[in-house]
Structure formats: C-alpha cells, structure tokens
C-alpha cells in the first residue's frame, strides 16, 4: 500500500526546535510529481500550507514560518524533511505531508496521516 510516512513529532517549550521527516513507502516505483509539502491543522481551524519543494529544490513558505522554518530534500529518494526553529505555541497543530504521487499508471494527492506538534511550557 502506497502510502506517506511522517515522523519526528513531540512535544517542546516555545523557542525550541524539531525536525519533522516524510518519506514514500509501499512501492519501489513511485514517483513525486511536483512538489511535496507540509500543511498543518490547529483544533477548530482549517488544515493550512506551511511549506513546499520540489524535487530541484525551489521552496515555498507560508508567511508565519517565514524564517523559523526550512524545508529540504532528504538524501534518500522520495524524502523530505522539515526543520522547526523558534517555535511558537501558534504552530501547535497536527502536521501533514502531502505529495501527488504516481504509481505505474495511477496518479493521485496522497496525504500523510499526521504527527502531532506541541508547544507549550
């Protein structure tokens, strides 16, 4: 089962630091198309973009992770990280990867199944 795997969640005080990670499973043929990225989702509010890149490396951020957070490719194929710098209690959220993935003949948006993301102190 084709599927995007996130890890690197938890909890930290406000000015502290992860570093979230989403790679490909479930086929040795899969292949990105376009960009894969992070959105996010706070209680009560609508699942908003954080950041995207591509596999060239062009990067896209969302204005209040401007300059905190750095998304990057992984050395490993299909993989993506994102570093959280100076984190604030506003990016509390469950944290997705998103990618349009294409397997053989099939293409579709897959989306992570989260990881949670805590800032308190």
């Known amino acids: 089962q084709v599927q995007l795997v996130e890890s690197g969640g938890g909890l930290v005080q406000p000015g502290g630091s992860l570093r979230l990670s989403c790679a490909t499973s479930?086929?040795?043929?899969?292949?990105?198309?376009?960009?894969m990225g992070w959105y996010r989702q706070s209680p009560g509010k609508h699942r908003e973009f954080v950041a995207t890149i591509t596999s060239g490396g062009s990067t896209d951020y969302a204005d209040p992770v401007k300059g905190r957070f750095t998304i990057s490719n992984g050395n490993a194929e299909n993989t993506v990280y994102l570093q959280m710098d100076n984190l604030k209690h506003d990016d509390t959220a469950v944290y997705y990867c998103t990618a349009v993935l294409r397997v053989r003949t099939s293409q579709l948006r897959y989306w992570g199944r989260g990881t949670q993301v805590t800032v308190s102190s």
């Open positions: 479930g086929s040795a043929d899969i292949l990105v198309i376009g960009a």
